[in-house]
């Protein structure tokens, strides 16, 4: 396996270029368990391990503390508490100081880290940590924004207000309103790979930290911080995680910083990877919303104006809910144009785990609202919600300007949905169900297609930036590192294929590396989909630099102008010779070229002003469109999931059969948010759902009977974005929609479609029951 | 004493491995991760729910070596004695090219972040031993114990169809080895009682049942551990000390299963496994049910016996074996008594069962031909969910009326139990829509559920009652679909 092979002088195409079925570059490895993740690599001598003591009141003041018998214990080396920080208490990534390591003085959540127990096993810190006695001083709790006044409540950051138009009076001179409200659940990430940290200690200030995160500048600057050091002091690497989807975007920061201070109090590496009730109890998810709507529309069906509240529990600390809710109002149009729009967000503060960044970044969010209120004019008017859906869409020269001022200069949906609707046979089976239900009793069916329209960049402009570092050694052997991480996604092999393309080499010959900040410093997080789009861009760039030198230098060398160095397969043609690739390498190494570039991008056209609620946010849209059927049990709120028809567009794909993988596993995480996966608390504020028996994603048995994934071939990028291709991580997954919708249409059925089933999510069978019972007794069947 | 074994052997990959320093506590997963650094074996959850810590366990059952994937996490190794361990180590060739299994997943793209890879493969490899070409349904089944939540599933089971087109089961290395594995292991059986440590480290594998017997009854407040489906989360989660152990996974006088007079007897030791496709042969609404019963990993561990014995309330398989009338005989020392399965349960985690004493059968009256038969379990999610409501119900049908009834429930009271108002309610009426309607309110008497994390008191109330509608609806032979189904039942 990946034995060192010559490469093919003659080829007449390099292996693994872009627009390659390339597969993922550990596949090897994660199909023998050789693949290292942090808990397997090898622990240096002495190695401690940590475990987090977390609250076990929602809200209070901790008034004594006796962890007396937690140091007595077994194993124990040491106590932290928050007074063992040397600099600052605090990782909140909003700068905005509400986020301590550990709790000083009051716990705002029932699973805040309080302490942490150092002990010589793992075992042993977990026994010890039970032995903890903290008295509270319990104070009221706020655990729902059920019965918030978003305008006057608490919040952890400021809400936005997006207008266009004057929404309220277009929605009072309409020939219709309705009026809603509807609950939209959170979801935990469930990453397999849970948190983990490995501190070791070097010398002077130094700590190397091995971290499992999307974010490891922002690592590395918590931990600096924390210690009180300067950033350089501090390294922090990953190789790859065992997921991440959002949630280790910010959440890694704590446990990388309590490694990092116990390890360099006690001089032995420290290692804290939380049990996954720890884990899923501590750490935060999607954030759940209750959104207020408001829509005028004529007979027609005709959206004149909207009007949006969307209240989202934030939890204890501002952490991303900021820009969370944000997006949310960014995505509050899905696909349709609103004549008149007002959307304001509301992220609330409460006594419960501090919500974080998840796939979408509220924008599913938003866009489960917009549907909602596309399904409530289409029931008011008894017409098909995806008629009323066409009518709605944005155009693509007129109507095309959002709630924000940008305009869609891209606009594909109405092609994505017509050849999605014709080749699933939508009005046929629409048909074939209505007759199944008119005769059925028990077993209702449901159909539904619902568009995604997804806007590509961070939203805070500064984030869109990426740096790589190529190095070209003299056999010709490629070294690339680039700031993003891998965490499934297969952005490595992504860059990796844009470097092969660059130089003309053999995919082989590129050493993909560990993420570090001692490489490439001052990186954003690999999120917002950004990460091929951003990190191609860099690595293309730092090797098109070395490329110019070994152009130019082949041209002084060989004496011919340069248009005459063309880069074929594995080999540069200068003039009528053709030089492997690694011996012009080392001719240029001979004549002192440098062979090692920094690459930088930075993603043009963008801009926000988020006072005036104008701007150009987005570079560029991606597009998709899922068609799902569903069979309900009308006796007990069962079902499942009999087809799904899904066509998306991924630009000119960098590498298809990784971006299938993308839409495949997208939809069906879309899908769990939607119907199984739901969050409980108890009164007391304990999350009941903390462990897979409790908390239940999708299996395989879980997704649609048939399902017909699409990449619309199409499809290419108007931006000039890396190779045209299209961001691909999150958009695909609110396809989960149709899932949803399609329940939606089948409880309508009970009360003959003229009822809006108003079905809130997650979509539990109970919710689904309940729904039914619901429409049965309004429409008096 | 000659008869006692002071250590736990076991065939670990190609390496025979004698542990004598075994704690009762101790996990199979710790064991390979922290002691024989084999790190290829993921936790995930460790209580037995994402399959990432897959392993196999070869084991010799009535004279054939079988493989059955098993959760590393909460599998003791104190249940080890005499099994032959596969890991996910095991699985590439010598000269470093890839299993089958490991090909096909590779080639389809099957893993994304990869840390739940390890285990899919290892219950990819199950499955293709016990079914080279597999069917859709098979697949699905086999991976309900697999969390991934980067894929889709999609691409996995694209692999699992084909792995075949990659080899062929009889040249697999388990299978060229099987005489050699068969002979190796037979030479560690020595039986002989296996003892190890004192007090809080105490654990005990008996010989035989008699030895069982012997040793709970110089021990009756010791643990009694089956499958470790349940007692591995009292270690993993609740960090609870359990010694002294006694385990008696590995006793095959309890692992018998068979009929005599028209009722199967069911060893306290059989497995949901090999429990199932028997039962599903004389009783065939039980099948399905036993297929929805954890995943594949947790019904090759788990038994009846101990879904039985440890008493929760939503046990899947007591209310079905109420509603059939099932007895259960308990053993202490020589001393056997059988009593009515529904007595067994007296309070939520209180049983009829004496210090010392231990679940030994339970015995199954088969349905009469013309008898209905059915038992419903509703859950959030589909497969490999905890139940919500689990409706069990048995009735005939005399001249149009109900002429004997047994209706059981779980998850609706503290235990599993009887719906003896519902049944009065339904006896001696006509087998229709009215008495099924006039007898719902007596629901209220016989329950009173609670809410919590799986479904609201109201729902589960306003469930079981539709479930009785859905028992009349499949027995009444209108035709129309009862229910939506995953699968066309066979």
Known sequence: ?781 | MTNIRREIRLLLNGDEVALADVRPDETLLDLLRLRRSLRGSKEGCAEGDCGACTVLVGRVSNGELIYEGVNACIRFVGSLDGCHVVTIEHLKRPDGSLHPVQQAMVDFHGSQCGFCTPGFVMSLYALWMRSPEPSDREIETALQGNLCRCTGYEAITRAARAVSSYGRVTEDALARERDNIRARLAAMHDRKRVEIGEGEDRLVVPASVDDLAEVLAAEPTATIVAGSTDVGLWVTKFMRDIAPVVFTGGLEGLQQIGEMNGTITIGAGVSYTAARDFLAWRIPALGPLIDRIGGDQVRNMGTIGGNIANGSPIGDTPPPLIALGATLTLRRGAERRTLPLEDFFIDYGKQDRQPGEFVEAVHVPIPAPKAHFAAYKITKRRDEDITAVLGAFHLHVTDGKVSSVRIAYGGMAATPKRARAVEAALLGRPWNAETVEAALPAFDEDFQPISDMRASATYRMLAAKNLLRRFLVETSGTGKPFTVKRYEEA
Request: charged share 20%; net charge negative; proline share 5%.
């Open chain 1, 1 to 781: 396996m990946n034995r060192h092979a010559l490469p093919d002088l003659t080829a007449k195409a390099i292996s693994g270029g872009v627009a390659t079925d390339r597969r993922h570059d550990s596949a090897h490895k994660h199909v023998t368990g050789e693949a290292v993740y942090i808990d397997d690599m090898p622990e240096p001598a002495g190695t401690l391990h940590g475990c987090l003591g977390l609250s076990t009141v929602a809200h209070g003041a901790i008034v004594a503390m006796d962890l007396a018998a937690v140091r007595a214990a077994p194993g124990v080396v040491d106590v932290l508490t928050a007074g063992d920080i040397p600099g600052v208490n605090d990782i909140s990534p909003s700068g905005r100081h509400d986020e301590p390591v550990l709790a000083e003085g009051k716990v705002q959540f029932l699973g805040q880290p309080v302490f942490a127990v150092i002990a010589e096993t793992r075992e042993q810190a977990r026994r010890a940590c039970k032995l903890a006695k903290i008295d509270y001083d319990e104070l009221p709790a706020v655990l729902d924004v059920e019965g918030l006044d978003p305008l006057s409540d608490r919040l952890v950051a400021p809400g936005l207000t997006l207008k266009r138009g004057n929404a309220a009076e277009a929605i009072s001179k309409a020939p219709r309103s309705i009026s809603g409200k509807m609950r939209v659940g959170g979801q935990d990430h469930f990453y397999l790979e849970g948190h983990i940290a490995l501190a070791v200690p070097g010398e002077d200030r130094d700590v190397t930290v091995h971290s499992s995160t999307q974010h490891p500048s922002e690592v590395q600057h918590m931990v600096a911080h924390a210690l009180g050091v300067p950033s350089h002091a501090v390294t922090v690497e990953v190789r790859r995680m065992g997921g991440g989807f959002g949630g280790k975007e910010t959440q890694s920061n704590q446990f990388a910083a309590i490694a990092a201070v116990a390890a360099k109090k006690l001089v032995r590496a420290v290692k804290i990877r939380p049990d996954r009730d720890d884990d899923m109890t501590a750490t935060g998810k999607r954030h759940d919303f209750l959104i207020d709507y408001e829509v005028g529309f004529d007979d027609e069906g005709n959206i004149l104006g909207v009007d949006y509240v969307y209240a989202a529990r934030c939890g204890f600390s501002s952490d991303l809910s900021g820009p969370v809710t944000d997006r949310a109002l960014f995505h509050c149009d899905n696909a349709y144009f609103y004549p008149a729009v007002k959307a304001v967000s509301a992220p609330l503060y409460t006594n419960t785990v501090s919500n974080t960044a998840f796939r979408g970044f509220g924008g599913p969010q938003g866009m489960v609202g917009a549907e909602r209120v596309i399904d409530e004019v289409a029931f008011a008017l008894g017409k098909d919600p995806l008629e009323i859906r066409k009518r709605n869409f944005y155009g693509v020269s007129e109507r095309n300007v959002t709630p924000y001022h940008q305009t869609v200069e891209d606009n594909v949906v109405q092609r994505i949905v017509e050849e999605l609707e014709t080749a699933c046979d939508y009005a046929g089976r629409r048909r074939e169900i209505a007759a199944f239900n008119a005769n059925s009793g028990i077993v209702k069916r449901g159909i539904a297609l619902t568009p995604v329209k997804f806007g590509i960049s961070f939203t805070a402009t500064h984030f869109n930036q990426a740096g790589a570092l190529v190095h070209v050694y003299t056999d010709g052997s490629v070294h690339l590192n680039h700031g993003g991480t891998e965490m499934g996604q297969g952005l490595y092999v992504k860059v990796a294929q844009v470097v092969a393309e660059t130089f003309q080499i053999d995919i082989e010959q590129v050493k993909i590396t560990a993420t570090t900040t001692g490489k490439v410093p001052n990186t954003s997080a690999t999120a917002a989909s950004s990460g091929s789009d951003l990190n191609g861009m860099a690595a293309q760039n730092a090797a098109q630099q070395i490329k110019d030198r070994l152009v130019a230098f082949a041209a002084e060398k060989y004496e011919v102008p340069v248009e005459q160095v063309v880069f074929l397969p594995n080999r540069v043609r200068v003039g009528n010779q053709e030089i492997p690739f690694g011996d012009l390498v080392k001719q240029a190494y001979m004549a002192r070229v440098q062979l090692s570039a920094a690459g930088f991008y930075k993603t043009p056209k963008i801009h926000w002003d988020r006072e005036k609620g104008e701007g150009h946010p987005f570079y560029y849209f991606a597009y998709g469109a899922a068609c799902s059927e569903v069979s309900v049990d009308t006796l007990t709120g069962e079902y499942v999931v009999e087809r799904t028809d899904i066509l998306h567009e991924t630009g000119r794909s960098l590498n298809r059969a990784i971006d299938l993988g993308q839409v495949e596993g997208a939809f069906i995480q879309g899908m769990g948010w939607l119907t199984t996966e739901e969050l409980v608390w108890d009164e007391k504020g304990r999350l009941r759902t903390h462990a897979p028996s409790t908390y239940k994603i999708p299996l395989a048995s879980d997704r649609p009977k048939i399902f017909n994934v699409a990449l619309a071939d199409w499809s290419e990028n108007a931006e000039p974005t890396i190779h045209k291709s299209k961001a691909v991580g999150e958009p695909p997954f609110m396809l989960g929609m149709s899932v949803l919708h399609a329940l939606s249409d089948a409880v309508a059925s009970v009360a003959g479609h003229r009822v809006c089933p108003r079905l809130d999510a997650p979509a539990t069978p109970e919710r689904v029951l309940m729904a039914v019972e619901r429409l049965r007794a309004a429409a008096g069947t």
